[in-house]
């Protein structure tokens, strides 16, 4: 979801302009769930929108903050009164990253 990361380790076949074989500069992380080597990994900036679902969030009002991690700038805000459940919520645009914030509180 977002930002698509390319994996950089030899066993895998990608374009070469997104992948280095060296970890030098890159995000490194382990390649799936099989117990995988570690991967060096770089984002491909573009304009990137996307839905998110949280599982199970509980009743109740919440603050929804987007910030955009590089400067730690708050992009967008709001307040809402979930019935609980799965909560849906759209990204906005971004360009390499964005990180969600939400707070339950009381009125």
Do not use: Q
Not at 57 to 70: L, R
């Amino acid at each position: 979801m977002g930002v698509p990361l390319h994996p950089a380790p030899t066993r895998v076949k990608a374009r070469s302009d997104y992948v280095s074989h060296s970890c030098v500069g890159f995000a490194t992380a382990r390649i799936g769930g099989d117990g995988g080597g570690p991967g060096c990994y770089r984002a491909v900036p573009g304009t990137y929108r996307e839905t998110i679902t949280l599982n199970d969030v509980p009743h109740g009002n919440y603050s929804v903050e987007w910030i955009e991690p590089a400067t730690g700038r708050i992009v967008s805000s709001r307040t809402t009164d979930h019935p609980g459940g799965n909560f849906t919520i759209e990204t906005p645009t971004y360009s390499i990253d964005i990180a969600l914030r939400m707070k339950s509180w009381r009125s």
